[in-house]
């Protein structure tokens, strides 16, 4: 199984690290192009693979959604389609802005992305969505 | 040139305490008040510069469990009756803040306590600064970069000219006072890569805040900050951390005394953040592997040490008095940690 990781921040970054320990060859993209995150990748994830998040899509064979909810619209959601997506987000208001703007009120922001990509399985992987805040 | 390396230099290992403000109890149980929890702080202070403690790093927040919500006033108080300890925030909100404004009130401080103000700059973790004083969090980002950039601008106190979309641009503009020997200023990160270089792009020094897990897990930030300063061309500055902890004279009593008040803050943070409740398995386990340093002096200098050595660390500030502890308490653990602490990791660094 080839994991891809989209977000390069403190849950992506440390996603792949553990994907890297476990044996796992691993991409990761950021916004934009590789360029801006290759020294992370380089210096905390040796191994890993910097792409670009279309790039990340179409070869993984899982992917982790590891960026803020607000921030789903930026994706580029045809080449997500069909594939396995790991959802890692989770609504935070002061970040992400009023609900209402992101989510349909039935759906859960995992449902509601899950209609959007259609994917072959949309898992909520809400265990990661609030740890890697920090207080301080 | 900023001169923002002035106080740590590649051979030397500095010692802070840090505290957010939070309200000691009194002896019936309840809360001090906000300005008693502040005169509390001023007196801490002014014990930790008698015991030759480096730094008070004093953090911004908005909330009812902090007292302190502007920093370097409280530090201003500090500076007019201590002699040689360093005055920072810890950290200051830049991006719901004014540049020329935090400048100019650091400057004033660096003035009153000749030359040992620094300002350590941060994008926060809490958020209750930002509709406090008119800022959306959507622009967090940006916000942050901009004001950093203008910041930087200022450091070496000549005329400014800048122009960005979050403040009003400046042409040519002086600010005042001008310091003798230039702001300290560093800034402290909680563990995103990105923030990491954006340090070494500023050629800031670089503070990680570590509060919580294995901190040997954030060696390869250290790694980062160092590559991206070589890339840049900027210069890798002697790395800090932050981390929390308690002292008391046994493992036993520190444990007793700092589990109900860190599961008292914890929760309550957690609550808005829909963390669950902290455990007593959790604490231990930070106490043992992670990044709480709990227990007698020596416990706490041995795992300070293995820290510091394990992350080249060439600064530590421990977060003291978090949560609802007693003053007396409060008192004691920075004792403590100037005369039996410090002089213990020096030790065991040096070996």
Same mark, same amino acid.
């Given at each position: 199984m080839k994991p891809g990781i989209i977000g390069a921040g403190k849950l992506g970054i440390t996603l792949a690290q553990l994907a890297l320990k476990a044996g796992y060859e691993v991409a990761v993209s950021g916004s934009g192009d590789t360029q801006k995150i290759a020294l992370s990748v380089k210096v905390l994830t040796p191994g890993a693979i910097a792409m670009t998040t279309k790039d990340v899509a179409q070869w993984a064979e899982v992917i982790i959604l590891?960026? /803020?909810?607000? *921030?789903?619209?930026?994706? /580029?959601v045809e080449s997500l389609k069909g594939k396995i997506v790991i959802d890692a987000t989770n609504h935070w208001p002061e970040v992400d802005g009023p609900r209402e703007e992101i989510i /349909?009120?039935?759906? +859960?922001s995992s449902e509601d992305h899950a209609r959007k990509l259609s994917p072959k399985h949309c898992l909520q992987? *809400?265990?990661?969505?609030? +740890?890697c805040q920090r207080v301080g | 040139m900023t001169k923002q390396s002035k106080k740590a230099t590649s051979d030397t290992y500095l010692f802070g305490l840090d505290s957010f403000g939070d309200l000691p109890t009194k002896a019936d149980g309840t809360l001090m008040s906000h300005p008693d929890a502040i005169r509390q702080v001023v007196e801490e202070a002014i014990l930790a510069d008698k015991l030759g403690i480096n730094r008070i790093g004093l953090g911004e927040h908005h909330r009812p469990d902090y007292s302190i919500s502007s920093p370097e006033t409280v530090l201003a108080g500090i500076a007019t009756r201590t002699k040689n300890i360093t005055l920072s925030s810890a950290v200051t909100v830049l991006s719901s803040d004014d540049p020329v404004r935090v400048f100019e009130r650091f400057a004033t401080v660096d003035a009153l306590s000749n030359g040992r103000a620094q300002v350590i700059l941060g994008r926060g973790s809490f958020t209750e600064s930002f509709p406090l004083f008119g800022y959306?969090?959507?622009d967090y980002n940006e916000l942050f970069e901009e004001k950093v950039e203008l910041f930087s601008k200022l450091l070496p106190e000549e005329p400014v000219t800048w122009e960005g979309k979050t403040r009003a641009a400046l042409k040519n503009a002086d600010v005042y006072p001008k310091t003798e020997k230039g702001l300290g200023v560093a800034i402290g990160v909680g563990g995103s890569p990105e923030s990491v270089i954006r340090a070494a792009r500023y050629n800031f020094p670089l503070i990680l805040a570590i509060i919580g897990g294995a901190p040997d897990r954030f060696a390869p930030y250290v790694e980062l900050y160092r590559q991206a300063a070589e890339d840049i061309g900027t210069t890798a500055h002697p790395v800090g951390m932050h981390s929390p902890g308690f002292i008391a004279e046994t493992d036993e009593e520190a444990r007793k005394l700092a589990w109900p008040a860190f599961k008292t803050s914890w929760d309550r943070i957690g609550k808005t953040r829909g963390w669950p409740p902290y455990t007593r398995e959790q604490f231990l386990y930070e106490i043992e592997h992670g990044s709480l340093y709990v227990g007698s002096p020596e416990t706490v200098a041995k795992k300070i040490a293995k820290a510091m050595k394990a992350l080249d660390a060439r600064t530590f500030d421990m977060v003291y008095g978090g949560g609802p502890v007693s003053a007396e308490a409060r008192l004691k653990m920075v004792e403590l940690y100037g005369t039996k602490v410090i002089p213990m990791v020096k030790e065991l660094l040096s070996q």
């Open positions: 590891a960026i /803020p909810l607000g *921030k789903f619209r930026q994706l /580029p /349909p009120e039935t759906l +859960s992987a *809400k265990l990661f969505s609030n +740890s | 959306d969090l959507r």
